[in-house]
């Protein structure tokens, strides 16, 4: 069965709202992408529309910017620091925008979405 963003089957209340049409393709949900520090791997994604997303699956570099000095620079990710998205996400070492990793040049946070940009981005704190 098709995953989907429809609203919930049920109210706050928990009564089941009335069934009345299926499932739509615009509807349609993929399952997310757990990005993780390890050797690059990213994939294309058609979406609706003929568009592309680039899902990041893992990666061992991180573009960081100094906010001193604006400028830019790619550097090695040496270890996950947090993840204060979630306790599971910060358990398995998930990298998602806000998770906060140790690099070459100090802690960086990540301020893209890599699941649906392929890359990651981050700025120095």
Do not use: C
């Not at 393709?25 to 997303?53: A, H, I, M």
């Amino acid at each position: 069965m098709a995953r989907s963003q429809w609203r919930s089957k049920r109210r706050y209340t928990g009564k089941k709202y009335r069934h009345f049409r299926k499932k739509r393709k615009r509807e349609l949900e993929r399952p997310r992408v757990d990005t993780e520090v390890g050797t690059s791997k990213v994939k294309k994604q058609r979406t609706l529309g003929g568009n592309f997303k680039l899902k990041l699956f893992a990666t061992q570099f991180i573009n960081v910017t100094d906010p001193s000095t604006n400028k830019t620079k790619k550097v090695r990710i040496l270890r996950f620091e947090e993840n204060m998205a979630s306790k599971d996400l910060n358990r398995r070492h998930i990298l998602t925008k806000g998770a906060v990793v140790e690099t070459e040049i100090g802690n960086a946070k990540v301020t893209s979405r890599p699941g649906q940009h392929g890359l990651l981005n981050g700025v120095l704190i």
